[in-house]
Structures are given as C-alpha cells and as structure tokens.
DNA sequence: TCACTATTGACAACCGGTTGCCTTTATTGG
DNA sequence: CCAATAAAGGCAACCGGTTGTCAATAGTGA
C-alpha cells in the first residue's frame, strides 16, 4: 500500500463491502427471531435507551431520516413488537418502547449474538478493534460536519 | 467499553453509520461530475481493471450481485460513460470498459478524490488506517465464509 | 452428438433508505 | 393574543441494492 490516499481509498471501500456482508448475513442471523437486520437495529435503539423515544429523536439517535426510522416503527407496531405510549409534551408525537413480545424478542437475539461476537473476539486483538473504532467514528465524523454545513 | 463483545456490536453499528454517512458525503461529492456514489464505484471498478469485463465479473469484484451490477451498467451505457465489446469467449455476455467520455469524468473525479484523501491523510495516523482496514477486511471474511456456506 | 447443467441477461417485486411536498400541531416572539 | 416559524406525521417517488423467475446460450460428460 504505496501511498496515504490509497488507504483511505481502500478504507471506504472496505466500509461498503462490510456494510453489504454484515446487513446479509444480519438478515440471516434475525430471520429465525421473525426479524430483519433493520427491525433488530431499531428494536436495540429501544431497548437500549433508558426511556421510551420519540420518532425523531430515535431517527437522530441512529443517524437515519426521520421518515425512514418512521417506516420501521410503523412496521413494527404492526408487528406489535413495539407500542406508543402516549407523549405528555407533545400531543402529536407518540413516544415508542418495546412491547413486551418485542422485549423477549430481542433478548433472545440479543443473547445470540454475543454468543457470536464472544467467538470474534477470539479472532482479534480488542485493542485493534478499538483503533478500527476511531478511525471509522473518526470517518464518519470528517464526512458529517461536510454535510451539516450545506444541509438545509 | 467493558465487555469485548460489546466493541464488535460498536463496530458492526459503526460501519452501518460511516456507510450512511459515506454514502450521502460521495451523492454530494459526486454530483457536479454527474455522478453518484454507485456510479462512481462502478466507473472506478472498470478504470482499475486492467482488461474489460464481463457484468458478472464486475459483480464479483465489487462484491454486490449479478443483477445489481447490471442495472448500474446499463445506467452508464445509457449516460454513454462506458461502452460494450464484444466477448469473443461468450457470445452473449459482452465486456464492459469506460467511454473516452467516462474516462475523462472518472480521471475529474478521481483527481478531486485524491486532494481530499489527502487531507484526510493528515488527520489520523496511518498505521491506524492500516489496521481500520484489516478489522474490516477480517469482520467481512469472517461472515462472508458463513454466507458461502448456506446459499445455493 | 446430445442431453444436462451452469452462466447470463432481462424483468419484476420487494426492502431499506432517501428526498420532496403537504398538512397539522407546537412553540415562540412581538 | 396572535402571527410566524419549527417540528412532526403521512404520502409518494425515487435510488441502490436484494431475491426470484424465466428464457436463451455455453459448456460438459456420457
């Protein structure tokens, strides 16, 4: 790897083609839990919040559109995996948390995959997954403040 | 970060977030070239392959399937960015290579991308690209292997 | 040679995300 | 208090990818 610019080169390309592996083999991980890689994402920014979250809030929490956050929790409150309760400071914005199906949902999956990510872990150093951590948060970051700028 | 099965669940959402991210910066990156992300990944697939290539080929190399590859292809032969040989090994499944007319927008856009990774070089270490890059690389493999498996 | 299988392209449906637009409700400043 | 603005939901169109199916051509092994 000759020169500096080639390894970003290479690194975006690696973020594509991560990307593309992990959500196909997340759609197969989930499907024996009734769930697709997107549902399982949405249901953990739920379960991982200490409060139930308006749809706004949770679009902006996982770096999506409101509207395409919006597309899943309405799927999955047909699936009642997930319930609206109803918002004290804003009458026309339900806030979200898992139901009780989806709770037990996700802890099953949830337990799965740190069954697979403790059989990763064997495979690379913790501290090269903490550095691989930075360079992308750091990625990610560079392209954001990009995009702020213009944006609306 | 405690547990080391929670730093791969960090890393998989960091990947799902710089591709988001990398996805919208190279839209707006890409545009004044008339480009988009896809587009642009697929011109840089064909300008970096020292021979013309079939569409499952292309496919392969850039890790996304058959079919996607081809609605990309076809998208740019009707832009006029490539251009179709005839395969003289398969009669049906010509060979794809850039118009001059893509040339000259690959080498735009190319030239573009370089300044700026070069500015990014100087941001973070490039050891730490080094290793960003082969975690991604491993965390791929490592699911690609269990894809390979089951399908077909 | 000829049947069987693999490869390929075309097409359509779907998935998850985006943008854009419109309407409704909250919020805020004068 | 009320007008202007911001926040939120709903809807539709699109983008880039997937899967699945079909038909046609290549490649193959008996």
Partial sequence: MAKIEDQWTTLVLA????????????????????????????????ALSDRPLSAPRIAESMGVTRQGAQKQLNLLLD???????????????PLYELSS?????????????KM???????QVKSQEIGIANQ???????????DLEGEDQ
């Fill in 15 to 46: 973020v594509f083609r991560a990307n593309g592996t992990m959500m196909q083999w997340g759609d197969r991980f989930a499907a024996p839990f009734g769930l697709t890689s997107a549902r399982w994402q949405m249901l953990g920014a739920l």
């Fill in 79 to 93: 699936e009642k995996l997930i319930q609206r309760l109803p918002n004290p400071s804003n009458m026309r914005s």
């Fill in 101 to 113: 199906t989806g709770e037990v949902r996700y802890r099953a999956i949830e337990a799965a995959w």
């Fill in 116 to 122: 697979h990510a403790r059989s990763l872990a064997r």
């Fill in 135 to 145: 360079v992308l948060a750091h990625l990610a970051s560079l392209h954001h403040q």
